[in-house]
């Protein structure tokens, strides 16, 4: 069935790189999403890659996709501490686009 | 443009009692879908209404329903409430119910149930 994996924790210094894992199943996800849950608040929608694409980079963010291994990554360049929180790996459902399966989520901390 | 916007923010109830839950979609989204987030279960679909009309729907028991008004709101009612029913309640809207709407989410409703 569909499935979606990812570490539960990072710890990065401020000021790095972090980079967040995740591995899919269904191959007909037609998008992935990272979603940033901040205590207390809902879902932010941080960035999503369309099925057909590799990369896509917006500011910090910078999505990596290996369709064939059925990976996603994140990748936050200079790591603050407004960035901590947890990140949710998502994939569209291949028999619904908003039905969204998600990851159990990666909690970031930063080190100062 | 204004967001998601779920109502109330917290709400405690008594098992056995029934809620009802409001979520008003960004202006101009017509979708709206429903999630369960706990600590056990992480993030799980509930329903998808599209246009006033359920078009999908979780693996939830018939406990949890819902409905959507022509101006896009939707509710979701629980009744019958149960302990395990604690949870954040997570509405998203889109554009569009399909391939090319990704979703966006409100801030949630928290239920305590006692």
């Known amino acids: 069935g569909e499935d979606v994996e990812q570490s539960l924790f990072l710890s990065v210094r401020e000021g790095d790189s972090s980079v967040i894992n995740c591995t899919y199943t269904?191959?007909?996800?037609?998008?992935l999403y990272w979603y940033k849950q901040e205590p207390g608040a809902g879902l932010q929608l941080l960035t999503y890659i369309f099925s057909n694409m590799d990369m896509k980079q917006d500011q910090r963010l910078t999505v990596l996709l290996n369709k064939k291994d059925k990976h996603l990554s994140l990748r936050i360049a200079d790591t603050q501490t407004g960035d901590s929180a947890i990140y949710f790996c998502a994939e569209s459902s291949g028999s619904s686009a908003s039905k969204i399966i998600f990851g159990s989520g990666t909690r970031l901390s930063i080190r100062p | 443009k204004a967001g998601v916007t779920q109502t109330p923010r917290y709400l405690i109830k008594t098992r056995g009692q029934q809620v009802t839950l409001s979520c008003s979609p960004i202006s101009g989204h017509r979708s709206v879908s429903w999630y369960q987030q706990t600590p056990g279960q992480g993030l799980q679909f509930l329903f998808e209404y599209f246009s006033e009309t359920q078009r999908n729907k979780g693996n939830f028991p018939g406990r949890f329903s819902g409905r959507q008004f022509s101006n896009s709101r939707s509710e979701m009612n629980v009744s019958t409430l149960e302990l395990g029913d604690s949870a954040l309640y997570l509405c998203?809207?889109?554009?569009?119910?399909?391939?090319?709407?990704?979703?966006?989410f409100g801030n949630g409703t928290r239920l305590t149930v006692t």
């Open positions: 269904d191959s007909s996800s037609t998008y």
């Open positions: 998203a809207s889109s554009f569009a119910s399909g391939n090319n709407s990704p979703l966006h």
